[in-house]
């Protein structure tokens, strides 16, 4: 039997901008659930780990990431292990500005055969219980349109050159449930050949397998939690794979605990009086591990948007989760109508009025000289426009 363990879209050091002094905590668990896969492997001492894309979460993590990974891989190797990599959508430049992918530092060290050529597939061959083992791979390639399918689009085939036969491919696999959101390149049933064993997959970050022509197609999943489009799936973790060329194949899912992300849903109606009680008292109760979203919607009347805080809720909430986040794009303000009736009397009849008036109450040449006044006032209001 050839032990595999195999993992993927573990997505080491994220960006994490956006959560400030809970960033480092965070990254933190994304290192946590990695050092689980190697502390599997180092029990059960497979004959290769192999890692399907996304190891890193971008093509330059931060050197203390990329020496611990090294720590933990030269381990790995020095128990015989044999480590096999594919750059994923993340870690894989899209440019030669962007310089080269990480996972080329990791096989510099010794430790990894990475299959870095994203036109052609690279194979090596090893020896396992008097096998030969050929694994294949090749890397993201991110000049291909999302529409399209990357082997039929380099005219590629899967190689199938081994006793046992393993592919490593990071992309879409027609067939599963692919959420909006993972978009990429889509490989067909039919690209898997006769004679594969098993195909290592690596993009959609939910566990999910199937069989086809024999071979074993397997998402091993992510690690961890990278984002709430992934708070539904309900475990996360890599796979551990037994493969026998005669009597088959047999897989376990290896769950690691990871943080949990939930989204709350408010819509705050125009009666509402407290707007800020009615978010807080609409959370989960208090789990300091959580991470939770807040999604604010509704129609109030400004004088109670006044009211809203989005910072007081943060306030009140701080010490019941690992970290809040809000989105009150949807929130909006209702503005009552307010009737003014207005004299709509212009100028020149105004002043119309008013000498007519003084007319009445004068008379002989003075009523005269006030006639003149409102006959050239007339004019000359006219000629400003004042009417």
Request: proline letters at 6%; glycine letters at 6%; a negative charge.
């Amino acid at each position: 039997m050839i032990r595999i363990v195999h993992t993927a879209d573990n997505h080491l050091d994220p960006k994490l901008g956006l959560m400030g002094p809970k960033a480092q905590e965070r990254r933190l668990d994304f290192y946590k659930s990695f050092l689980r896969v190697i502390d599997f492997a180092l029990s059960v001492k497979p004959h290769v780990l192999l890692i399907t894309g996304d190891l890193f979460d971008s093509v330059n993590p931060r050197n203390p990431i990329r020496t611990r990974v090294l720590q933990a891989l030269r381990r790995l190797s020095g128990e015989g292990v044999r480590i096999f990599a594919v750059g994923g959508n993340h870690d894989m430049p899209r440019s030669q500005e962007e310089g080269m992918s990480p996972l080329s530092e990791l096989e510099a060290a010794g430790y990894v055969t990475f299959f870095s050529d994203t036109v052609e597939f690279g194979v090596e061959h090893l020896s396992v219980e008097g096998f030969d083992v050929a694994v294949a791979g090749i890397s993201y390639d991110h000049t291909i349109e999302a529409t399209e399918n990357p082997l039929r689009y380099r005219n590629l085939r899967i190689p199938v050159e081994g006793d046992v036969n393993i592919a490593m491919l990071h992309y879409n696999f027609a067939g599963f449930k692919i959420p909006k959101s993972w978009s990429a390149p889509t490989i067909a049933p039919e690209d898997v050949p006769e004679g594969l064993h098993y195909l290592a997959l690596g993009h959609i970050h939910a566990h999910s397998y199937t069989t086809v022509r024999n071979a074993l197609v397997v998402y091993p999943g992510s690690t961890e939690r990278r984002s709430f489009n992934e708070e539904t799936d309900e475990k996360k973790g890599f796979v551990y794979v037994g493969l026998n060329p005669r009597s088959g194949a047999s897989l376990s899912f290896e769950e690691v605990p990871t943080r949990r992300m939930k989204t709350v849903y408010v819509e705050l109606e125009e009666s509402v009086e407290n707007p800020v009680a009615r978010v807080v008292s609409s959370t989960p109760p208090p789990d300091p591990q959580m991470i939770i979203r807040i999604v604010v919607s509704g129609r109030i009347p400004l004088e109670k948007l006044s009211r809203y805080s989005r910072a007081e809720i943060m306030r009140r909430l701080e010490d019941r989760f690992f970290l809040v986040t809000i989105d009150d794009s949807d929130l909006k303000c209702v503005l009552k109508e307010v009737r003014v009736t207005l004299d709509a009397t212009s100028p020149i009849e105004s002043f119309r009025r008013y000498m007519e008036e003084a007319i009445k109450q004068s008379s002989g040449y003075e009523a005269e000289i006030v006639e003149k006044a409102l006959s050239r006032g007339l004019e000359v209001l006219q000629e400003v426009g004042a009417w």
